[in-house]
């Protein structure tokens, strides 16, 4: 008797299909084993011995899907024979109920059925397998934003308050994965501000350090890392950060836990340059900068 385990769902799915077609009086057991409480490891080759002895000499699939339900594609099995399976079973599925652990269906007849059943394991896996690679994607960024910290260069990070205080020049960095506000953005500012820009929070961190911006405008939604973890990062590498977000309307909630977090306020998109310039004139940095031109008889805004 073979048994399948890669795909089961949907070879399961397609031999259905097929016995429906061709062989409709085929039969299909289901062992829910999906409700017992023991481990699979603890089951599963009594299971499959078990039903090799009760179906000797019969051609047949066990299909084992990924949330332990069994199935069985035979030709000759029947209520009398499965209920001796259950029965041989008894001792190794304690303290589980037999009573609804198997159901017995006829393709040909049962089809609709086994279809339904059938399509929900395949949905039901493609959820966890979505949720799988969400969690790994996590992990991924998780460690990417760990060895980003590892790999930022220590004598960049002890001399960021004196780059920008010593620099003339304002700098404005925008981390902003929508190229159109991007742009939008860069219009705004050109021939104002020297600017910088990325769409990632890897790229936010690095950049930040590399270039010791005067103003960071900083978007809630990024693709790799969540907006809120990039801002505590940089306060964390740069406690006296000016830290300006940009939100959609809907996201007025995460606005107030940057603020929270420490970010000096937020501009709503779409962006007006009035805006964005009045954050920026707001800069302590910026503030700075201006005073010591006035000083200088060189004013710049």
Known sequence: MLVIVK????????ELKTCWEDFPTYRCLHLRFSQLEQDKEEWLSDVLETLRSHLEGEEGQVYLCHDNDLFVLTRHITHKRTKQILAHLSHKLAPASLAGLAALFEIGVDWPKLKQISIKKIEALKMLQAQARVTRKELLNKRSREDVLKTLDPDLLSSLPMRRESRGKPEIMIVEDD???QKMV???LKNKYSVSMT??????????VNKAPDVLFLDIGLPDIDGHAVLEKIFKLDPDAYVVMFSGNK???NVMKAVELGAKGFVGKPFTSEKLLQYIQKSPFIQAK???EFDHGNFIH
């Open 7 to 14: 795909n089961a769902e949907e070879t399961l799915f397609q």
């Open 186 to 188: 860069g219009n705004a």
């Open 290 to 292: 201006q005073k010591k």
């Open 251 to 253: 996201d007025r909630d």
């Open 199 to 208: 769409g990632d929070g890897q790229g936010a961190l690095m950049g930040y």
């Open 179 to 181: 190229l159109f506000s």
